[in-house]
């Protein structure tokens, strides 16, 4: 139902813009998160946007380098990364929840991940 796509590799301080369609079911009213997982990590929390978009979180390792936002007539988000780093290089996800919440178990939905590789 959650669809992402974006992923690529990228030198470090380049830019991607991450994509998560939903399909099934309109999650115009949750709010939609991103994760990431690194090979040996745990999946952490990077970005979440409410259902308006009037309010978005984010963290701390990303903040004010990546931009959450979304169309809700296109039932899609984005994650938009700027200045990545190599340590930004993971798996990422998308899920969704009706709660502000960042930790993945409390997310209901989710897509299977893009892999986002950023080279040194």
């Known amino acids: 139902q959650l669809q992402a796509s974006g992923g690529g590799l990228v030198q470090a301080g380049g830019s991607l813009r991450l994509s998560c369609v939903a399909s099934g079911r309109t999650f115009s009213s949750y709010v939609m998160g991103w994760f990431r997982q690194a090979p040996g990590k745990e999946r952490e929390f990077v970005a979440a946007?409410?259902?308006?978009?009037?309010?978005?979180y984010y963290a701390d390792s990303v903040k004010g380098r990546f931009t959450a936002s979304r169309d809700n007539a296109k039932n899609t988000v984005y994650l938009q990364m700027n200045s990545l780093k190599p340590e930004d290089t993971a798996v990422y996800y998308c899920?969704?929840?009706?709660?502000?919440?960042?930790?993945?178990?409390?997310?209901?939905?989710w897509g299977q991940g893009t892999l986002v590789t950023v080279s040194s």
């Open positions: 899920a969704a929840d009706r709660r502000i919440v960042v930790t993945a178990s409390d997310y209901d939905y």
């Open positions: 946007i409410i259902w308006s978009g009037a309010s978005t």
